[in-house]
Nanobody, 129 residues
């Protein structure tokens, strides 16, 4: 059974940092794409960042480039999203999703995770000004 467990959310002031881990199980971690997506109140889901372990590509939304970093620990089957210089507009529920890696990291970010087969439960991030 494929499972994704996201955590690490919280409330921070603008300029602060958070690190979100997503622990994966039930699939061959290094053969999949795993990404982070978020949904703000009243808005649709948007792609934040994705790493495709199959082809080694990564991508970021323009709004987070230079502030967020995605990384993996294959030994722990965990993907991390390090978020620095947080802004109020980063507020939302953050989800990790995974797919078998047949599409590029850019595709998943650009489409907001279209085609992702599995999703974690989400973790709330609130950034106050």
């Amino acid at each position: 059974e494929v499972q994704l467990q996201a955590s690490g959310g919280g409330s921070v002031q603008a300029g602060g940092s958070l690190r979100l881990p997503c622990v994966a199980s039930g699939f061959q971690f290094d053969d999949y794409a795993i990404g982070w997506f978020r949904q703000a109140p009243g808005k649709g889901r948007e792609g934040v960042s994705c790493i495709n372990n199959r082809d080694g590509t990564t991508d970021y939304a323009d709004s987070v480039k230079g502030r967020f970093t995605i990384s993996t620990d294959n030994a722990k089957n965990t993907v991390y999203l390090q978020m620095n210089a947080l802004k109020p507009e980063d507020t939302g529920v953050y989800y990790c999703g995974t797919d078998s890696g047949v599409r590029s990291a850019h595709y998943y970010v650009w489409t907001g995770g279209l085609g992702m087969d599995y999703w974690g439960q989400g973790t709330q991030v609130t950034v106050s000004s």
